[in-house]
């Protein structure tokens, strides 16, 4: 079954210095799809070091469990967030994006 167009939970504020945690939430899909997250458009890598644009930023992300966590938050962490899943049956499916101010 191919997953359902998925919903972003993502905290409108989170306090720079603390922990935010922005989870995805599909409940179609069969195999379980795995998830990416998008932050102002842009795919996040998996660790936020192997990438020019996000080294500034710390975060893990789980694509198995949809959940991304900032630990600390960052000015640099505002912007929109949208997360996509997919499974190998049919298309990705993409949320809406929602923005975090930090």
Same mark, same amino acid.
């Given at each position: 079954?191919? =997953?359902? /167009?998925p919903?972003?939970?993502?905290?409108?504020?989170?306090?720079?210095?603390? /922990?935010? !945690?922005? &989870?995805? @939430?599909?409940?179609? *899909? #069969?195999? =379980?799809?795995?998830? &990416?997250?998008? /932050?102002?458009?842009?795919?996040?890598?998996?660790?936020? /070091?192997? @990438?020019?644009?996000? &080294? %500034? @930023? #710390?975060? @893990?992300?789980?694509?198995?469990? *949809?959940?991304? +966590?900032?630990?600390p938050?960052?000015?640099?962490? +505002?912007?929109?967030?949208?997360?996509?899943?997919? %499974? %190998? !049956? *049919?298309?990705?499916?993409?949320?809406?994006?929602? &923005?975090?101010?930090?």
């Amino acid at each position: 079954v191919p =997953p359902s /167009k998925p919903v972003a939970h993502v905290p409108t504020s989170a306090t720079i210095g603390s /922990k935010a !945690v922005l &989870r995805c @939430s599909e409940t179609d *899909g #069969s195999p =379980p799809p795995t998830f &990416r997250w998008y /932050k102002d458009g842009m795919v996040m890598p998996t660790d936020p /070091k192997t @990438s020019a644009t996000f &080294r %500034n @930023s #710390s975060y @893990s992300l789980d694509s198995t469990t *949809g959940v991304l +966590t900032f630990e600390p938050v960052s000015a640099f962490d +505002t912007g929109e967030y949208s997360c996509e899943a997919s %499974n %190998n !049956v *049919g298309s990705p499916q993409k949320s809406e994006a929602i &923005r975090m101010e930090a």
